[in-house]
């Protein structure tokens, strides 16, 4: 059963082309790697599926309203507190107090709750901005660079992460430079360059052809 379609999408901005032909069908439950350089049309991609950018032809299908994105530029209020940023998103997706504290032990900032987050470095803002996304087990959660800017106990937690939402049947999307980090848990992989899809394959195949 796939949770999501993506038929001939193109997306130019000012008649110059960024990305397409896509054509993909993504299977609820996987694990889809998106792997590319820089400029080969990661990011809009996913910002053409949560409509944040709008795209010249083609047609997305969703069989789900579920949806979340983590940015790759964490964007909460500068001004307000950690816990105050999250409550936010707590209250419109009806998630209580306590799951929220949890969560926040979950990801070891705890003891950040009360701190501001523009005075938060880079890779805890990258935290917060994955915490959000996960809140309330969306049924699909696409990540952009979720690892840029965190160190090895970050990636290590977010692998966690990946793991349990895997185990709750959420369905990822993930943009990513290296494939390595993605072998761990991607089911299929699209690859991408210069905005033109190359190929979209299993992991068993992706190892086979490309001698991952």
Known sequence: ?????????????DKHFILGPINIAIKKNSVIGIIGENGSGKS???????????YSHGQIY???????????????????????????????RLVSEIELLNV??????????????????????KRLEIIQAILSKP??????????????????????????????????LITNHY???????????LILKNGKQIDFLSKTDFIQKYDA
Do not use: W
């Open 62 to 92: 969703f069989k789900t309203k579920d949806i979340r994105f983590a940015f790759q530029q964490a964007i909460f209020y500068p001004n307000k507190s950690v816990i105050e940023n999250l409550r936010i998103f707590s209250k419109l």
């Open 139 to 172: 049924e699909l959660v696409l990540f952009d660079e979720p690892t840029a800017n965190i160190d090895e106990k970050g990636i290590f937690l977010f692998n966690q992460i990946i793991e349990k939402l895997k185990e709750d049947n959420v369905t990822i």
């Open 104 to 125: 926040l032990i979950y990801f070891e900032i705890e003891e950040l709750k009360n701190i501001q987050f523009k005075k938060l470095s880079e890779g805890n803002k």
């Open 1 to 13: 059963m796939t949770i999501l379609e993506i038929h001939d999408l193109i997306i130019k901005i």
């Open 179 to 189: 494939p390595k980090e993605l072998l761990k848990y991607c089911t299929e992989f």
């Open 44 to 54: 809009s991609l996913l910002y053409a599926i949560t409509k944040l950018l709008p």
